[in-house]
């Protein structure tokens, strides 16, 4: 059964663009640092997941694409590489902390702006939408991404 994700990136580290530039229009989600976030990579997400690429910490956040998982599980080299931010001392190759997932960008849309998905009713309860919510990846009910997207398939 497919499960339906949104995933959120700074546009000015990799953008939809970015991610249909790239070979295969697919890159690795690096950098989380939020175990729930690395739980959802870890445990939950499997290859063909749907997932809504959003735009988050610019002028604009949004949706802006529509992707797949494209691959399984595997650790996120950026913990292992002391000139990255996202470099964590604690993790060991042995004993990752950290995980990641490649996503595959299927299409780009127009953005649909965080304000828009709050003026739809049907969308009231998505995680995105819930008042101190900040985590960097969520998952999305059937019944939103149909709404989104208007089928069931990434």
């Known amino acids: 059964m497919t499960a339906y994700w949104l995933m959120k990136s700074e ?17 690795a989600w690096t950098g989380v640092r939020n175990y729930q976030a690395r739980n959802y990579m870890r445990d939950q997400m499997r290859v063909g997941d749907g997932v809504l690429f959003y735009h988050s910490s610019c002028p604009e956040p949004g949706i802006a694409g529509i992707g797949k998982v494209a691959s399984t599980p595997y650790p996120d080299p950026t913990q292992f590489d002391k000139k990255s931010k996202y470099y964590d001392e604690k993790s060991k ?22 304000a ?12 995105v939408l819930k008042r101190g ?19 069931d398939k990434p």
């Open 133 to 151: 919510n900040r985590l960097s990846i969520t998952p999305v009910e059937p019944k939103h991404w149909k709404a989104l997207v208007g089928k």
């Open 116 to 127: 828009e998905l709050r003026e739809r009713p049907e969308l009231a309860e998505m995680l």
């Open 93 to 114: 190759k042995d004993e990752p902390r950290w995980m990641l997932v490649d996503v595959q960008v299927t299409k780009k849309i127009p953005l649909i702006s965080l």
């Open 11 to 27: 546009p000015d580290e990799v953008s939809v663009d970015d991610a249909i530039a790239a070979p295969k229009s697919t890159v």
